[in-house]
């Protein structure tokens, strides 16, 4: 069963523009984390923020959590062709307080960036 | 540093063939997963392996069997193959169980893989 999903599944935009996706989970979670992936290739860990943290930032990217909503935001500044991909969120299933070992992905959003 | 290797990048299958996918990791990470990517369908585990000589299933494991013979290596072997089985396999590796806080998944380019 799914736990993430992301929103929009498109998004097209261009260079300089901000882009913000959003992912909205079902069950408690101790953290989440956020995937990007290039065509034909594999995926490429982002960013992971905690259950305790509101915001996280790493270059242009801006990482929200809410908790309380079940619901994270992937904001991407200035944004360059090279942006160009399919961004995941990612959590890991959790059973009474254990992780299960299990990260489960949403179905993406697939982000252009026109030059 | 190669990280996570995969091959071959593309095989084509008539039903009922055999194959099998190789991976290799040389970031000494104890955890190793395959996956299937089907559009509409996202990621789904197959099966996955916790250390050396340990093999798990996960959420998709029918018709696929795996081994982790080394640390280094973990192979998805297919023995009867189906065209449902068509899809887009990535292999994963993390240092700790995937989840964890220290503990990204780091993946392989995949294998695009067609059964006829």
């Known amino acids: 069963s799914q736990q993430g999903e992301e929103d929009p599944q498109a998004l097209s935009i261009q260079e300089g523009e901000n882009a913000t996706m959003n992912c909205s989970y079902k069950?408690?979670?101790?953290?989440l984390q956020w995937y990007r992936q290039n065509s034909g290739r594999g995926l490429v860990h982002l960013i992971l923020?905690?259950?305790?943290?509101r915001e996280k930032h790493s270059g242009r990217l801006r990482v929200t959590l809410d908790t309380s909503k079940k619901s994270s935001s992937l904001l991407i500044t200035a944004s360059r062709a090279a942006d160009t991909a399919s961004y995941f969120c990612a959590t890991p299933g959790i059973m009474g307080s254990s992780n299960t070992g299990k990260l489960i992905f949403g179905q993406g959003t697939t982000l252009q960036v026109k030059p | 540093n190669a990280g996570v290797t995969q091959t071959p990048k593309f095989r084509v299958l008539k039903t009922g063939q055999s194959m099998t996918l190789l991976c290799a990791q040389d970031m000494n990470h104890e955890y190793m997963y395959w996956y299937r990517q089907d559009p509409g369908m996202g990621l789904r585990l197959i099966h996955y392996?916790?250390?050396?000589?340990?093999?798990a299933k996960g959420e998709v494991p029918d018709g696929y069997n795996v081994s982790r013979l080394k640390k280094q290596n973990f192979l998805l072997g297919l023995e009867s193959a189906a065209p449902s089985q068509t899809s887009v396999y990535f292999c994963?590796?993390?240092?700790?169980?995937?989840?964890?806080?220290?503990?990204?998944?780091?993946f392989g380019n995949g294998t695009r893989l067609t059964v006829t």
């Open positions: 994963a590796s993390s240092y700790n169980i995937q989840g964890s806080y220290n503990s990204p998944l780091h």
């Open positions: 923020i905690r259950s305790n943290e």
């Open positions: 069950t408690s979670i101790n953290n």
């Open positions: 392996s916790v250390g050396e000589g340990t093999t």
